[in-house]
């Protein structure tokens, strides 16, 4: 049997000061990869997306648990997996000195790469991240989510069978986050895999053929965006605000799904008017849309992905 891209069970990470309490980041986490597989890990700040990382792709060690990456024990033998990865750090940034273009070609000749191979992957990988026209400047001249870019094109440029990445479009505009999708699913195409880290809901959605969403350092729920939808309950979302007021009532349309002082129903078509009506005679105000996974991950979460407490 082909092993998995990655395989991880019952990974545990757990900080002990000299002082207080040990702060448990993981508890348990277990997933897996199939190869050319995109895979998003979802939660809110804070809830163990990038110490997952780091123990998966060999740069921080767990308290307990196992990690293969194609087939190989990434913890026993770190040397022997890093070879297959590739990452783009949470807010990493390119060398300072370097232009674009000399990092990702730099970046590739370190890693055994011809330099035919070098200059052909880097051009193209500068292509599809929107930075020809500043491929030749200094990366300290560069904005912020240029930089980023020029991260996310130097990693894309190996075409490692395994690709860790993450918070990889963040102070990215919403043009250069698409260009860097379309990237991912060529990459997937090609036969790598990849595992992101976001906490962006349209992100996810848009790029994971599976997800799992993570909080407080445990895996809550895992499957498809689809399957997470239609695990809310229903087609359609009424949120009411404020509407805790009236969430008795509510209730009886649909499952609720709260988010502060905010209440979503969800619920079918047929009883849209009657929410509505409901929501006018109480003097609130009320808006109808279809059930997102913003819905999904409140109802798994119990909080909002943008709730920082």
């Known amino acids: 049997m082909t092993p998995d891209a990655l395989r991880a069970d019952s990974v545990r990470k757990t900080y002990r000061g000299r002082s207080g309490p040990a702060i448990e980041a993981l508890t348990g986490v277990s997933l897996r990869l199939s190869r050319a597989e995109r895979v998003a890990l979802l939660g809110r700040n804070g809830a ?6 780091r123990i998966a792709s060999t740069l921080l060690a767990p308290t307990s648990g196992e990690v293969e990456i194609f087939g190989h024990d990434a913890i026993a033998d770190p040397e022997s997996v890093r070879p297959y990865l590739a990452v783009v750090p949470q ?8 232009t674009p273009r000399e990092q990702a070609y730099t970046y590739l000749r370190a890693r055994g790469f011809t330099r035919e191979t070098s200059k052909s992957r880097t051009e193209h990988a500068l292509e599809q991240m929107g930075l020809t026209e500043v491929a030749d400047r200094l990366s300290i ?3 912020g989510g240029q930089r980023q870019r ?13 690709l860790f990445l993450d918070e990889p479009t963040i ?10 999708w379309d990237s991912f699913r060529e990459l997937t195409r090609k036969g790598s895999t990849i595992l992101l ?6 992100e996810a959605e848009a790029l994971s053929q599976r997800l799992y969403i993570i909080d407080r350092g445990r895996l809550l729920a895992e499957g498809t965006a689809d399957d997470m939808k239609r695990s809310v309950g229903g087609t359609l979302r009424v949120s009411v605000a404020p509407g805790n007021g ?8 649909g499952p609720l799904v709260r988010d502060g002082d905010t209440v979503h129903v969800i619920t079918s078509p047929g009883r849209i008017q009657e929410i509505l009506q409901l929501a006018a005679h109480s003097n609130l105000t009320a808006s109808v849309g279809p059930v997102t996974l913003e819905e999904a991950f409140l109802r798994v979460v119990g909080r909002s992905i943008n709730d920082e407490s």
């Open 246 to 253: 009236v969430a008795e009532q509510l209730a009886t349309f």
């Open 91 to 98: 807010e990493g940034k390119p060398f300072m000195h370097l």
């Open 150 to 162: 020029t991260m996310v094109a130097t990693v894309i440029s190996t075409e490692a069978p395994l």
């Open 171 to 180: 102070g990215m505009d919403p043009f250069a986050r698409r260009s860097v």
């Open 48 to 53: 163990g997306k990038t110490t997952f990382l």
């Open 197 to 202: 880290t976001t906490h962006y809901l349209d």
């Open 141 to 143: 001249t560069l904005s």
